[in-house]
């Protein structure tokens, strides 16, 4: 994804939203390597989007998905008689605890200094699934896609975001150069991989979305006009191969880390 050329055309057109930037990541080498010690790697053609742009144009322009987006979160119970308990169901973002949590605590938070509009959590779910580029051979992309967790899980079927988590095939050359031999041990690959996602995902939690996180952003709320502060929250992020078990941890620490500074 973003780095085929039959469709390099759609990714870098103006109005696409796209931009194209290297990723830079260190990789180490053992001391029993040909030339040991950590080297620089570039990896062109990372292609992303404005996470603040993307929540931005979805609560502006999307009109019709406005009916189906939810601004506040609820508790969905069963009680099949008056005789017993309600029963907690859990199905959709929006009626779960986890949103609810998220509510409260930023309903109960103090606003900014003279803000009095409606402030609203907008929930990003994040999952990422290798996929096969080719029928034959071995090479792969893991894209990362973004659904909006104000919305039903049987609306959101097209993904708003997708970036590529990759290592180019000039990869094995640069590495065997220092290794000494003719093959990257598996190891290597890993954390190399981990160190590209890791990367890429402190390009994306760049200064405009942290400020988004902290403070929210005002936006003209598509569905009646209204002026609201909405306030961007990862609440789910699951991925399917081992180099990313941690990411939400990570994720969460490099937040800490860019507001402390």
């Known amino acids: 994804l973003g780095i085929n050329n039959w469709d390099r055309e759609e990714w870098q057109a103006d109005d696409a939203g796209w931009s194209e930037s ?10 029993n390597s040909d030339d040991p010690g950590v080297v620089d790697y570039t990896v062109p053609g990372f292609f992303s989007r404005s996470l ?3 929540i931005a144009e979805k609560l502006t322009t999307k009109k019709n ?29 929006y009626s779960s605890s986890a949103f609810r949590r998220a509510h409260l605590d930023l309903q109960r938070s103090p606003a900014e200094p003279g803000c009095t509009l409606p402030r609203v959590v907008v929930s990003l779910m994040l999952w990422s699934d290798a996929t096969h580029l080719t029928q034959f051979g071995n090479a792969k992309i893991t894209p990362l896609y973004l659904y909006f ?11 708003s975001k997708k970036l590529a988590e990759h290592l180019p095939d ?31 995902w402190r390009m994306l939690l760049d200064s405009e979305f942290l400020h988004a996180y902290e403070h929210g952003i005002v936006l003209e709320w598509v569905g009646d006009g209204q002026e609201m502060c909405f306030y961007p929250r990862i609440m789910t992020y699951s991925a399917d191969y081992p180099e990313n078990w941690e990411d939400v941890r990570v994720l969460d620490a490099e937040y800490q880390r860019q507001s402390s500074t």
């Not at 290297?22 to 001391?31: N, S």
């Open 22 to 31: 290297p990723v830079w990541i260190r990789v180490p080498f053992h001391r």
């Open 52 to 54: 603040v742009g993307v």
């Open 65 to 93: 998905d406005a009916r189906y987006f939810h601004l506040e979160p609820y508790e969905l119970l069963w009680q099949p008689n008056p005789a017993t308990h309600p029963i907690p169901l859990y199905g959709e973002m």
């Open 149 to 159: 967790g104000n919305e039903s899980k049987y609306s959101r079927c097209m993904p």
């Open 170 to 200: 000039e990869f094995n050359d640069f590495a065997t150069k220092y290794t000494g031999s003719q093959k990257v041990k598996p190891e290597l690959l890993a954390h190399c991989k981990r160190e590209l996602a890791h990367e890429q």
